[in-house]
Structures are given as C-alpha cells and as structure tokens.
C-alpha cells in the first residue's frame, strides 16, 4: 500500500524555522517528483513546492521562495521542507503529495505549523 | 498565474440528487485539470484528473467534462458520504501549479 507520512510540526514564534518530513512507502521512491501543499484554517488548498525524482528539479510558490526550501533523500525514502522566516499566515496543515502521471495521486494526513508570538 | 474559480461556493443539495459543480481557468489550461475530493479533518483525495478521467477506485456517478477555460464535475446521484468540499486543480500553465476556492457541497 502506498502511504506518505508527515512529521515534524509544531509551534514557533515569527521568524522563527521548522524543518518537516514526508516518510513514504509503498512505491519506488525515487521515480516519482514529490509536492508540498498546505492549507489554512479554513481555506482552500495552497501549492507550495515540488521536487523532481531525483531531487535535480524544485519549484516553489511565489509566496514562499527564498523562505522554503524542499529537499528529499532517497535512500531514506523521505521528503523535507526547511521552512525559514516563518509569518503567521505560513500556518497551516502541511500536506506532502506524490505527483503520479502529473497529479497529486496520494496525500499524506499533513503535520500542523502553527506560527504566533 | 492561472486563477481557478470554484462556481458555486456553496451547493445544497439531498442524497439522490445531481450535483453539477463548476471550476473556470483564467486561461486555457487544455486539459490539465483535476478534481480533488476533501472530507472534514482529512487529506484530500484524487477524484478525476485530465478532466474526464476517473482515479482508481472512484465510483462512476463521479464524471468530469470540459477543456479549455469551462470543466464541470458531474455526482450523478449523490451518496451521504459525497457531501464534502471538492477542490479542481491545475497544471497546464505551472509553476505554480494553482488550486480553486473549492465547493463545499452539503445536504
């Protein structure tokens, strides 16, 4: 069964950095670019990174490049995201997605940053 | 940046019903286009992607229509366990790759 897993969230004043983790199983890891999306209390689904198979291809958000960082280790099977300068409104549930056939096939439950002072 | 807009907010409907739910593109974004499925305090769940085409598992009242700017996702015949919000999702014009509001559909 394919399953991702997120770790790692927590609570952390403004300015402050988080570093998250996506530990996956079930699927050849290294074949598939992996994503980051978030969502706010309340609101929609927001896009925040994706990182290519073998880690040679990222892309960020507007609203979080030069902040986020994703990275992934294959021979752990597991996806990061360093999150640096945090704002408030970077709290969220963060979800981790494998991008199968150019779609978010299977999702992680998410891990929660909270950001407040 | 392609805008999704999620048409209606909000769709009050009864099990047995028909739900017709539509997603525009600022810009054509061909086909690329997919329709997640988000229960309260979970992760969402792939529905149709390239517009019309069922993810594994997915029962067949679900359908998905339309190219372009237009797509409409179809529940033929609603099920309790269908109320829930639906996000559409695109990647025809990316990064980024952008998301609608979503349609919460409730009884």
């Known amino acids: 069964e394919v399953q991702l897993l997120e770790s790692g969230g927590g609570f952390v004043q403004p300015g402050g950095s988080l570093k998250i983790s996506c530990a996956a199983s079930g699927f050849t890891f290294s074949d598939y670019a992996l994503t980051w999306v978030r969502q706010a209390p309340g609101k929609g689904l927001d896009w925040v990174s994706l990182i290519s198979g073998s880690g040679g291809s990222t892309y960020y958000a507007d609203s979080v490049k030069g902040r986020f960082t994703i990275s992934r280790d294959n021979s752990k099977n597991t996806l990061y995201l360093q999150i640096n300068s945090l704002r408030v409104e970077d709290t969220a549930v963060y979800y981790c997605a494998k991008w199968g056939d150019y779609y978010m096939d299977v999702w992680g439950k998410g891990t929660t940053v909270t950001v407040s002072s | 940046e392609t805008v999704l807009t999620q048409s209606p907010a909000t769709l009050s409907l009864s099990p047995g019903e028909r739900a017709t739910l539509s997603c525009r593109a600022s810009?054509?974004?061909?086909?690329?286009l997919a329709w997640y499925q988000q229960k309260p305090g979970q992760a969402p769940r792939l529905l149709i992607y390239d517009a019309s085409n069922r993810a594994t598992g997915i029962p067949a009242r679900f359908s998905g229509s339309g190219s372009g700017t237009d797509f409409t996702l179809t529940i033929s015949s609603l099920e309790p366990e269908d109320f829930a919000v639906y996000h559409c999702?695109?990647?025809?014009?990316?990064?980024?790759?952008?998301f609608g509001q979503g349609t919460r559909l409730e009884i």
């Open positions: 999702q695109q990647r025809g014009n990316w990064p980024p790759i952008t």
């Open positions: 810009q054509s974004v061909s086909r690329n």
